[in-house]
């Protein structure tokens, strides 16, 4: 047995294996098969917590998100793939929810005009209608009415007619995805109607950050908060004017580092291409304009926008011609030849 961690992460750099390392763990009375059953038993909750969750009401879009291997001579990207959520990313996930919900619940309570909790608004009625409809050409039923019920539709959507593109959930969770409204910090003394807390998503009254206080300032004075509220911390003497500029600076934060991520998987999925040459891959256009059309491509879940006029430039387009027809933009393009395979 292993006197402390620091020895253990030293021999675990000796040793061939992790399951030697595990055994060697330094776990008190407990063995390797307690913990096991323990995960198994967090599971189980986590599992009935996520089934009780979507029963009240909750929708959860998850988009692909990419992961990409570098070449290790030139720190180029030489490959990538689409992170799997495992059931320990669930397991996890439930319990992070859980208590997010709970703390919020708790400070609204005890701090009703400073404490800093998350909403999400509904989406616009006109937009949720217009996705109903763009479903409906696809031969899909939507009812978008709840979130909940746009729920349900994603998890049937699996069995019907889109199935054979092998794009369903995909198309439905990018369509969702361009509705919805964007979800922000507030400080709860300036918002007088407490419908205007709901997070429109996970159907709730109350939600707010908590479990991320090394990656999040917010979680930061979320921890501050019910540190007083518990009496185990200094009082924060937040006014309501603090949190709300606080509140805005995460909300602008959060806003620039979606950007970053995303700028950042656009360059590298770039410089993929540039090092490749070529990638090829099953796609879908879900918008049209009058010079161009978006593309979501089915194995990485990129959207991009398609130029008449740079395939006029650089491939066999030889020409598109753009019609308004009953409120929607159609294009017509003619390819010079065989159509690009």
């Known amino acids: 047995m292993f006197t402390n961690m620091s020895t253990a992460l030293t021999e675990f750099t000796r040793s061939s294996t992790i399951i030697t390392f595990l055994h060697n763990l ?116 939507l009812d978008t009415k709840t979130a909940g019920n746009i729920q349900k539709s994603l998890q049937n959507i699996q069995q019907g007619p889109l199935q054979q593109y092998d794009l369903a959930q995909l198309i439905l969770t990018v369509y969702c995805t361009k509705i919805m409204e964007t979800a922000s910090y507030f400080c709860t003394g300036l918002l007088d109607d407490m419908e205007e807390w709901r997070h429109y998503a996970l159907n709730v009254a109350y939600y707010t950050h908590f479990t991320s206080p090394i990656r999040r300032y917010a979680d930061v004075v979320v921890h501050r908060l019910l540190a007083e509220c518990l009496d185990a911390g200094p009082k924060c003497s937040y006014t309501t004017q603090v949190v709300e500029a606080i509140a805005e600076n995460c909300n602008l934060r959060k806003k620039a580092a979606k950007l970053a991520d995303t700028a950042s998987r656009d360059l590298f999925f770039t410089l993929f291409i540039k090092e490749v040459k070529e990638v090829r891959d099953t796609g879908m256009v879900i918008q049209v304009l009058d010079k161009s059309f978006d593309v979501v491509l089915k194995h990485s879940g990129i959207i991009k926008r398609v130029y008449c006029e740079q395939l006029q430039k650089f491939a066999d387009l030889e020409y598109f011609e753009h019609r308004y027809v009953e409120g929607q933009h159609k294009l017509s393009l003619k390819w010079k030849g065989k159509l690009p395979q």
């Open 26 to 141: 330094p776990l008190g009375d407990f063995t390797i098969e307690d913990v096991s059953n323990s995960v198994g038993l967090l599971h189980k909750i986590a599992s009935n917590l996520r089934k009780q969750r979507f029963a009240k009401g909750s929708l959860q879009l998850n988009q692909p998100k990419l992961q990409f291997s570098l070449d290790p001579s030139t720190g180029l990207p030489n490959g990538y793939s689409v992170y799997k959520l495992r059931d320990s990313n669930r397991l996890v996930e439930e319990f992070m929810l859980l208590a997010n919900m709970s703390v919020a619940k708790r400070l609204a309570e005890a701090f009703p005009e400073t404490a800093l909790l998350r909403r999400h608004p509904s989406p616009k009625e006109h937009l949720t209608e217009r996705l109903g409809e763009v479903m409906s050409s696809l031969g899909v039923s």
